[in-house]
């Protein structure tokens, strides 16, 4: 988990350039379009955004990176940059969303809820949250590690950015702005060690 921390800290430290990533990636490209970095042994990471919503947020660049820890649970990190002066200071809901991201904001469909979270877990402990507060210069970071193991046939296929925080009792947080694609199903798993005798 160090050199995905490691990874994101040099991301903010460096304007959002992740030149400590151990391979090279290629550079932001435009909405539409996919930019997926192969999953590094212990991570899988991914930039963008893969569309952009909101014209204002043209600027706004993206990444995401997962890693899958003991017991099944996923730790998942957001990074924004680039986000317009206005927002500066503000908080965002960000939301890990069913399906794949596409020119309609609708296609990324519903938050992923963990079909695994007992009966009762609050919409926090069932779901993906990556809330983000929006720090001067344009830059953001946020982490979630899941509440509950994650199934390896996971149905979470995006990261998509809101236009306001997240309520906390309905899970909304107001229009789509942007949307990164990402298959969850694709972190790369620790191998189960198991001992002899």
């Not at 949250?129 to 149905?155: E, K």
Request: charged letters at 15%.
């Amino acid at each position: 988990m160090r050199s995905l921390l490691g990874v994101i800290a040099a991301a903010v430290a460096l304007g959002g350039t992740f030149a400590s990533a151990p391979a090279p990636a290629p550079s932001p490209t435009p909405p539409g379009s996919r930019a997926a970095v192969p999953p590094r042994d212990n991570h899988l990471l991914v930039r963008g955004p893969t569309y952009v919503y909101n014209r204002a947020y043209a600027g706004a660049r993206t990444t995401v990176a997962a890693y899958a820890g003991r017991g099944g649970r996923a730790t998942v990190v957001f990074v924004v940059t680039g986000m317009p002066r206005s927002t500066w200071g503000r908080r965002f809901g960000v939301h890990v969303h069913t399906n794949r991201c596409g020119r309609d904001p609708a296609a990324a469909g519903p938050h992923y809820a963990n079909p695994r979270a007992p009966r009762g877990a609050t919409l926090a402990e069932r779901e993906i949250w990556l809330d983000v507060r929006v720090l001067p210069g344009g830059i953001g970071v946020s982490r979630h590690t899941s509440t509950y193991p994650l199934p390896s046939d996971i149905q979470a296929n995006s990261v998509v950015l809101h236009a306001q925080p997240t309520n906390t009792v309905t899970g909304d947080a107001g229009a789509r702005v942007l949307c990164t694609t990402i298959s969850l199903a694709n972190i790369p798993r620790p191998a189960v060690s198991r001992s002899r005798g």
